[in-house]
């Protein structure tokens, strides 16, 4: 099967009804709703910060089409080093069968930094919306591709009463469309094809001018170094999504503030 999210959701509804017979929706439920104060995800990216951007730095072990990123992954001691490096927000991966991740890792980061975290996960139902929100993740991914109109729509909703912003990934102008109608107010562009894993940041050049007063986009994958960034700024994007580049580097903390522009790395 060459269609990489295809695989990924069909692996994802199993996974799911698993944990429904561990944990029935509605402890989850109220596990969610007694969670504690939630970051303020929307309001840390809605502005570009000192740099004239935001950088949500990502706690990514693995991927499908990479392999092992790193092998000595302390996920609390990354979220220390993306704070430190001026990251506006954490990005970790929950996945753990294509990704290598798992809840622990955002609980982790989370609990080692002052920043809003997102949940990185393949949201198919309101059973993770729940699972997210007791985690307490400040925000989750919601994938336009992934998901029904009306889904996308009641996700977003589920997600504000539980006190968490959703990320919206589109890919087209089509898919950017549909997150508009669904309500959405950070919308994501994913520059790599979760088709083929290919990447392109002109994805989201592309549409960059569709963006709609109130709402906020986010550049996601692909993005390797400052020349990539001084491009997507001069096209009006500030947010970026950054995982892989920064996983790799030996000093993250000087990797983020060079991409944020410091001379000195």
Same mark, same amino acid.
């Given at each position: ?16 009804? *698993? *944990? ?6 509605? $402890? ?22 000192p740099a004239g951007m935001n950088v949500i730095a990502e706690i990514k072990r693995a991927s499908p ?13 990354? $979220?220390?080093?993306? /704070? ?34 997102l949940r990185k996960d393949f949201v198919i139902g309101p059973y993770q919306v729940y699972e997210s ?12 591709? $992934? ?6 729509t009641d996700l977003i909703s589920l997600g504000r009463e539980l006190g968490m912003a959703a990320l ?15 309500? *959405? ?16 940041? /002109? ?8 963006? *709609? ?13 400052? /020349?990539?960034? /001084? ?35």
């Amino acid at each position: 099967m060459t269609d990489f999210l295809s695989r990924i959701i069909e692996h994802k509804e199993s996974e799911v009804a *698993a *944990a429904k017979r561990l944990v029935p929706e509605t $402890a989850l439920r109220s596990e969610a709703e007694s969670r504690g104060p939630s970051r303020r995800f929307f309001d840390r990216i809605s502005k570009p910060g000192p740099a004239g951007m935001n950088v949500i730095a990502e706690i990514k072990r693995a991927s499908p089409s990479k392999g092992k990123i790193r092998d000595d992954v302390d996920p609390a001691r990354y $979220a220390r080093m993306y /704070e430190q490096g001026g990251a506006a927000a954490i990005s970790v991966l929950t996945d753990c069968r294509f990704f290598c991740g798992s809840p622990s890792d955002l609980i982790a980061a989370r609990s080692a930094s002052s920043l809003p975290v997102l949940r990185k996960d393949f949201v198919i139902g309101p059973y993770q919306v729940y699972e997210s929100a007791a985690m307490e993740a400040d925000c989750m991914l919601l994938i336009v591709r $992934a998901l029904s109109p009306s889904m996308l729509t009641d996700l977003i909703s589920l997600g504000r009463e539980l006190g968490m912003a959703a990320l919206v990934e589109v890919r087209d102008k089509e898919e950017f469309d549909a997150a508009l109608r669904a309500g *959405a107010r950070i919308i994501g562009v994913n520059n790599r094809d979760l088709r083929t894993f290919k990447t392109d940041i /002109e994805t989201t050049i592309a549409l960059a001018g569709r963006n *709609a007063d109130g709402r906020v986009m986010v550049s996601e994958s692909g993005i390797g170094g400052r /020349e990539d960034i /001084e491009q997507l700024l001069r096209a009006g994007v500030s947010n970026f999504l950054i995982g892989e580049s920064v996983m790799r580097a030996e000093d993250p903390v000087g990797a983020l503030r060079a991409l944020h522009g410091a001379k000195d790395g």
